[in-house]
């Protein structure tokens, strides 16, 4: 079945460091992936997603590029901020299906 | 910007009590479901509901189970009889479906409700 690995955490970072968070993924199809942010006290919000190989998705300076030679979709970030502190989690779906398949995700801590 | 709003957020109960966890989906949704993550592990699919009835379960989703959409616009979870094992917060989504052209479904989550059995 479909299965979603993620980088272990957490991960703390001091602001304006660099940022990956590594996912990779396991489908029989050809899925959508995407990235969802939880920030404490709040849901599941979607971040970013791509739809096919080689699209990059973006959002607020995230990036993540579908890579289907290595089924990995790698989230990445240039320089944090504080206000990135949240728990991050990579999901697919498959095409056509409504389930999505999530990873453990990765709490990530920003220090000034 | 429109929200899922899920109650309570946080509801603790003994063993063997029935549990409803309710949620309010965005109002031109017309997909709905239930997610649970138990404390560090992964986010899991528990059901999902269209036109009135559910469209997939999980193998999670036992008798002990049901949803139901009451009114229009209330969308619930019970647990019959609860196991310590039902421990866990539970994440209502929505969504308008799949995207044209992409074939990708965006759902839109709710807060959570931690369940905590004793």
């Known amino acids: 079945g479909d299965s979603v690995t993620q980088m272990e955490g957490p991960v703390t970072l001091s602001e304006e460091a660099f940022l990956t968070i590594n996912c990779t993924y396991t489908?029989?199809?050809?899925?959508?992936l995407f990235w969802y942010v939880q920030y404490p006290g709040e849901g599941l919000q979607l971040l970013l997603k791509?739809?096919?190989?080689?699209d990059k998705g973006s959002n607020k300076g995230f990036e993540a590029t579908y890579r289907k030679e290595t089924t990995s979709f790698h989230l990445e970030k240039g320089s944090v901020q504080v206000s990135d502190s949240a728990v991050y989690f990579c999901?697919?779906?498959?095409?056509?299906?409504?389930?999505?398949?999530f990873g453990t995700g990765t709490r990530l801590t920003i220090i000034p | 910007e429109p929200e899922v709003t899920q109650t309570p957020s946080h509801q603790v109960t003994q063993m063997g009590q029935e549990v409803i966890l309710r949620c309010v989906p965005i109002s031109n949704h017309l997909y709905f479901y239930w997610y649970r993550q138990i404390l560090g592990q992964k986010v899991e699919f528990l059901v999902s509901?269209?036109?009135?009835?559910?469209?997939?379960k999980s193998e999670i989703f036992d008798d002990q189970f049901s949803v139901e959409r009451p009114d229009g616009s209330n969308f619930t979870l019970k647990i019959r009889s609860t196991k310590l094992e039902d421990s866990a917060m539970y994440f209502c989504?929505?969504?308008?479906?799949?995207?044209?052209?992409?074939?990708?479904?965006?759902?839109?989550f709710g807060a959570g409700s931690r369940l905590t059995v004793l």
């Open positions: 489908a029989t199809g050809y899925p959508s």
């Open positions: 999901a697919l779906s498959e095409l056509g299906n409504e389930k999505l398949t």
């Open positions: 791509a739809t096919k190989a080689d």
């Open positions: 989504a929505s969504s308008r479906g799949l995207e044209r052209g992409s074939g990708a479904n965006v759902l839109t």
């Open positions: 509901f269209y036109n009135n009835e559910i469209s997939e």
